[in-house]
T-cell receptor, first 117, second 112 residues
């Protein structure tokens, strides 16, 4: 079974530039998450989608970050303009949205490493 | 969401059993306990999940006392490849679409 795919794997940009990350979740997974992980810390949830609708974006810095999942499958996370403190790994994850008795295992991609200089 | 507390780091040697304890004093009745493992340059990976007593799979065991205010992840006979960060998470594991909230995790270092 294919896992969560992310690209690009690495990106270096200057501050105030823009960047976009792409994610393709596991086939059939209705729930998609974007997490930000700063070096030495645990992942922090940025946004959660259920199909193409946003469930939780309370921790997404909406003045510079945006995310979309137009057809309920692939998703794109954009940062514009980037700041130095945005340097982090951006992890995409997905899970089934099934019955309440189903194990809610969240599967992560390998992440997109962003360095803002 | 229940807050979790776990040691920042642990050291072990190959072949030893490692027990990582996590405290979650405010765990709710319908919360589950889930452990994830993260290697450098990779995303977190599910290890084990439980609600009460003991759960065992091919990778680890999870011990949960009756009051559920703590849990212990047990890794039998660790090897160098078990060096990773281990996260303890508490939430509605069986509620579809529930996001996981991560703490800082426990960095396990295994030496030869």
């Amino acid at each position: 079974e294919a896992g969560v795919a992310q690209s690009p794997r690495y990106k270096i940009i200057e501050k105030r530039q823009s960047v976009a990350f792409w994610c393709n979740p596991i086939s059939g997974h209705a729930t998609l998450y974007w997490y930000q992980q700063i070096l030495g810390q645990g992942p922090k949830l940025l946004i959660q989608f259920q199909n193409n609708g946003v469930v939780d974006d309370s921790q997404l810095p909406k003045d510079r970050f945006s995310a979309e999942r137009l057809k309920g499958v692939d998703s794109t996370l954009k940062i514009q303009p980037a700041k130095l403190e945005d340097s982090a790994v951006y992890l995409c994850a997905s899970s089934l949205a099934g019955r309440e008795d189903q194990r809610n295992t969240i599967y992560f991609g390998e992440g997109s490493w962003l360095t803002v200089v | 969401l229940a807050k979790t507390t776990q040691p920042i780091s642990m050291d072990s040697y190959e072949g030893q059993e490692v027990n990582i304890t996590c405290s979650h004093n405010n765990i709710a009745t319908n919360d589950y306990i889930t452990w994830y493992q993260q290697f450098p340059s990779q995303g977190p990976r599910f290890i084990i999940q439980g609600y009460k007593t003991k759960v065992t799979n091919e990778v680890a065991s999870l011990f949960i006392p009756a009051d559920r205010k703590s849990s212990t992840l047990s890794l039998p006979r660790v090897s160098l490849s078990d060096t990773a960060v281990y996260y303890c998470l508490v939430g509605k594991g069986y509620q579809a679409g529930t996001a996981l909230i991560f703490g800082k995790g426990t960095t396990l270092s295994v030496s030869s």
